[in-house]
C-alpha cells in the first residue's frame, strides 16, 4: 500500500547536475523522516542525505556543498539536487521514509546515476 517511486536518474557527465525525485503515496508523509540513500556496486549502502520531519538536514561529508535534499510535504515529495557530480557519484539511489520511534522503514525502488565522460 505504502509506494516510493523515485525518479531522475541518468547518464551525466562529470561536473554535470541532475535533480532526483520521490513520490510517495498511503503514507502520512509529514510525520516521516526522508532520506536519500546510494549503492555502487561491491560496496555497501550508504546514508547521502536526510530531511526529518522537523525540517532539520544532514549530508554524508563526501556531498556536503554538492548535494541538497527538500521535502514538499503538500506533495508528497521528496527531491535530491545534485551538482558538481563525479564519477565516484555513480551509484543506485534510493529513497527512504523512516520513523524510528516505532521502527518503520519504507524504500524505494532504485534509480540509476551514472557519473562519466
Known amino acids: 500500500q505504502v509506494q516510493l517511486v523515485e525518479s531522475g536518474g541518468g547518464l551525466v557527465q562529470p561536473g554535470g547536475s541532475l535533480r532526483l525525485s520521490c513520490a510517495a503515496s498511503?503514507?502520512?508523509?509529514?510525520?516521516?523522516?526522508m532520506g536519500w540513500y546510494r549503492q555502487a556496486p561491491g560496496k555497501q549502502r550508504e546514508l547521502v542525505a536526510r530531511?526529518?520531519?522537523?525540517?532539520?538536514?544532514s549530508y554524508a561529508d563526501s556531498v556536503k556543498g554538492r548535494f541538497t535534499i527538500s521535502r514538499d510535504n503538500a506533495n508528497n515529495m521528496v527531491y535530491l539536487q545534485m551538482s558538481n557530480l563525479k564519477p565516484e557519484d555513480t551509484a543506485v539511489y534510493y529513497c527512504?521514509?523512516?520513523?524510528?520511534?516505532?521502527?518503520?522503514?519504507?524504500w524505494g525502488q532504485g534509480t540509476q546515476v551514472t557519473v562519466s565522460s
Open positions: 527512504n521514509l523512516a520513523r524510528r520511534a516505532i521502527g518503520v522503514d519504507y
Open positions: 498511503g503514507i502520512s508523509f509529514s510525520i516521516y523522516d
Open positions: 530531511k526529518t520531519s522537523a525540517g532539520g538536514t
